[in-house]
């Protein structure tokens, strides 16, 4: 059994480990992408037609209604190479956008 340093509460394991009684929580700061200006914003720079392909094939590939917020994963070269040159749709939103890390999320609303 684990206790705190500060105040000798057991710890309590989420994740990892963490003093219930101490460490307050802070809520989370994410970026969140609109994703439909992202599409507007990478045809207009650019790559004439992106909005609808894209935006067709994220309508295939995910899951999500209006007014929802959905992880998109960066393909790797080799689900460019499984799944079809259409995924590299995906890794242009990363790139123009600098997106660091393999998932971003975006909501989605109309
Ligand atoms: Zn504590």
């Known amino acids: 059994m684990e206790k705190c340093e500060k105040c000798g509460t057991e710890l309590k394991v989420y994740y990892k480990w963490f003093c219930p009684k101490c460490e307050k929580p ?3 700061v994410q970026t969140i992408y609109n994703l439909i200006r992202c599409l507007y ?3 207009a720079n650019g790559h004439p037609g992106f909005k609808k392909t894209a935006w067709d094939y994220i309508g295939e590939t995910y899951n999500f209604s209006n007014d929802t917020v959905i992880g998109i994963y960066c393909p790797t070269e080799e689900d460019i ?3 079809g040159d ?3 749709l995906i890794s242009l939103i990363f790139e123009v ?3 660091e890390g393999d ?3 975006f909501e989605i609303s109309w």
């Open 26 to 28: 802070e809520p989370k």
């Open 41 to 43: 914003y990478i045809e």
């Open 81 to 83: 190479t499984d799944y």
């Open 86 to 88: 259409d995924s590299k």
């Open 97 to 99: 956008f600098d997106i």
């Open 103 to 105: 998932t971003a999320l």
